[in-house]
């Protein structure tokens, strides 16, 4: 190997100077400089090894004596290969095959040798090529504050970004196992935690990124970008999602002050006035830069010139991110796992308030027993109507259709004392009310006006009443209304523009104020947080993939809302005019594919229906149709609970339904297009196309 220790000439640094890998590579030489007994590595180009480092010509350049004294030695990382050459402004290495140890050029003299031994066009290409290193070096070698600022992107970013360097830390991890959750698999790990800062030009602002690097040998050339979940723009345990898959995951605090700081914290501004800065952040800007931040520093980090495929998983507020980036930036993705996402924001949000006010406008607050007794009752109902008794509605569709609220009335219901959150609620005995369940059926119509229109839909049958829920006066022995948090909070924070944690009361809130604040909503942030934009045109001409799934019984999200915005983008990109029903299915499902999860909660399994399964490995399913053309026809679905823990369950993609056979051991995938209409909702309350 042909060492040469000199500042390069100023033709070559005329020519050579543009390139953005030049800089980088200055950074690996002052590298090896701060730690003499470590491999000095040339991140973007050849290995600059030497067994034995001798004191350069220009002291002026190389004045450290630790570094520069002779008899200092390096352990060899990796022969280089040969024809392998990198640039900076102090080195230029010349790769000899079957050479383990370097010579360094003795005299000015040689400079022209090296020069002469490539063409500049060749130096140039070469300084930008060296895979063969990323599979050479090990977690401490790269796992390092030093390596880290080298690597972060100084180019390529959004206009405005600034990065810096100087907040880079770099932590190694060795043997932590994580649990597992419901988007990826236990596993015990080695990784390198890095977090770093950036901000914005002209602003006094800081956002804090943080990345989990797999190892070198680990890593599969993927990113992953993961989500946040209610108000929140992150979730710490969604981070090590990218771990069993080989990819670097990433979240964001979105400028907000902390990983903890969620959304709501730091909008409104003050009383009266938005915090435009927060709310766009939140809205999709800052899963943007994130991801261009983290893709470009992974390339340097892993030396990479190969493809980086470029992921997203994320649920609920998460889901409603993730198609914030395909939508906004959608040649940046190779595909993305959404679930139940919080989408159409402004009715979402308002939705959740809908129960108390249909208590409060019929005189009835039932006791949470008797609506959790009325669940039980359905999901006992409508069990066997997917062909397999198991404890699961697996046909919510078919549970309309067939099942009569009014058969549970007179049935008993018992729970013991409780005590949550510093609250008593006694001991409930008693029978289901024809006043239960009128409250519960006007709940499950979904929100309609004072002239019968509908302006929203509700979750599915068979799902719990969460949004219901009464409290309990021990003073006056009765129950009453319990104002649901992410309601009013959304009402108080993103309407009125108050810092206030919720509504006091819902005085004078009827169902025509309900619908008022949804259009609201609409109307104030459909540019930022409405997120359905229909025309997925240049995510499929890019080649981009999702896998959107939704929790049949999630009582957060109504399935439905995922099912409006599919058949929105199916009838805008293959309207009824081009293609039959059967032919826009088709094409669809070339990119986009949806999946209702069998009696799954809101991104959750359901402890009412443990035995249903839950697509655990949705990003596994993900990239195999990514990068090898595995078409999910089914979703791989694993029982995560109950009597068939373990057992693998196929989940159906939209709009075909699941029906056991052979008794209940057999599970087909079936059209039923009378029974799917229970899922569409005209709603005529408002005088535009709600998508």
Not at 274 to 302: P, R, V
């Amino acid at each position: 190997m042909i060492l040469s220790l000199y500042p390069e000439p100023a033709s070559m640094s005329t020519l050579v100077e543009p390139c953005p890998h030049l800089t980088y590579l200055r950074h690996c030489l002052n590298l090896a400089k701060l730690s003499p007994p470590r491999p000095a590595l040339f991140r973007a180009g050849a290995v600059l090894i030497s067994r034995k480092l001798v004191r350069g010509t220009n002291n002026e350049l190389y004045n450290d004596d630790r570094f520069l004294s002779s008899g200092h030695t390096m352990e060899l990382v990796k022969r280089p290969h040969a024809e392998q050459a990198c640039l900076s402004n102090y080195a230029a290495v010349h790769g000899v095959p079957d050479n383990e140890v370097g010579d360094v050029l003795p005299s000015e003299s040689d400079r022209s040798l090296v020069i002469r031994s490539f063409t500049m066009a060749k130096y140039i290409s070469l300084a930008i090529s060296a895979a063969a290193l990323a599979q050479a070096v090990s977690l401490e070698d790269v796992c390092t504050s030093a390596y880290a600022k080298a690597a972060i992107p100084s180019t390529g970013l959004a206009q405005g970004v600034v990065t810096n360097p100087s907040s880079v830390t770099a932590a190694p991890v060795y043997n932590e196992s994580t649990a597992g959750s419901n988007y990826y698999p236990a596993g015990t790990y080695n990784y390198c935690n890095i977090t770093m800062t950036y901000s914005h030009a002209g602003k006094d602002d800081e956002v804090l990124l943080q990345f989990w690097m797999p190892t070198p040998d680990d890593f599969q050339n993927r990113w992953l970008s993961t989500g946040g979940f209610g108000f929140a723009i992150n979730v710490a345990t969604n981070v090590p999602a990218g771990l069993p898959y080989g990819a670097v995951a990433g979240r964001t605090d979105g400028g907000f002050g902390s990983f903890d700081t969620q959304f709501s914290s730091v909008y409104p501004l003050v009383n009266g006035t938005a915090n435009y800065d927060a709310l766009y952040m939140f809205g999709y800007q800052a899963h943007h830069e994130m991801s261009s931040i983290g893709k470009a520093f992974t390339k340097n980090f892993f030396n990479m010139t190969d493809k980086l495929y470029s992921y997203y998983q994320g649920c609920s507020e998460g889901g409603r991110e993730g198609w914030s980036q395909l939508q906004r930036f959608p040649e940046e993705w190779s595909g993305a796992v959404i679930g139940a996402p919080a989408i159409r924001y402004g009715q979402q949000q308002v939705n959740h308030l809908v129960p108390q006010v249909v208590e409060q406008t019929l005189g009835y607050y039932p006791p949470n027993c008797e609506l959790s007794e009325l669940v039980t009752q359905i999901i006992d109902g409508c069990d066997a109507l997917d062909g397999r008794k198991d404890g699961v509605i697996s046909r919510t569709d078919l549970c309309k259709l067939n099942f009569d609220l009014k058969s549970t009335i007179g049935k008993p219901y018992s729970c013991a004392a409780s005590t949550s959150m510093g609250v008593s609620t006694p001991a409930q005995n008693g029978t289901i009310t024809a006043e239960g369940v009128r409250v519960a059926q006007t709940i499950l119509d979904g929100l309609k006006d004072s002239e019968g229109r509908q302006a929203y839909f509700w979750y599915q049958i068979g799902s719990e009443f969460t949004d219901a829920e009464t409290s309990y006066d021990a003073t006056t022995k009765t129950y009453g209304i319990d104002i649901s948090e992410l309601g009013g909070e959304w009402v108080t924070h993103g309407l009125q523009l108050l810092d206030l944690d919720n509504l006091s009361n819902l005085d004078n809130v009827t169902y025509d104020v309900l619908r008022d604040w949804m259009l609201e909503g609409l109307q104030r942030y459909e540019d930022v947080l409405q997120t359905t934009w229909p025309d997925l045109s240049r995510f499929q001409a890019a080649g981009g993939k999702v896998i959107h799934y939704h929790g049949e019984s999630d009582n957060s999200i109504p399935a439905s809302s995922s099912i409006r915005y599919f058949e929105s983008v199916r009838n805008t990109m293959f309207p009824n005019s081009t293609y039959t029903y059967d032919e826009s299915i088709k094409a669809i499902n070339e990119f986009y594919r949806l999946y209702l999860v069998p009696g799954a909660s809101h991104c959750n399994t359901n402890s009412l229906q443990p035995n249903g399964p839950y697509p655990q490995d949705s990003l596994g399913d993900l990239m195999r149709w990514v990068e090898k053309g595995v078409d999910p026809v089914t979703l791989n679905g694993t029982v995560l609970s109950g009597d068939y823990a373990g057992q693998h369950q196929n989940i159906c993609s939209w709009p075909l339904r699941p029906l056991w056979k052979n008794n209940g051991t057999t599970l087909e995938c079936v059209e039923d297009k009378a029974s799917i209409q229970t899922f569409f909702y005209e709603l005529d309350a408002y005088n535009i196309t709600i998508y």
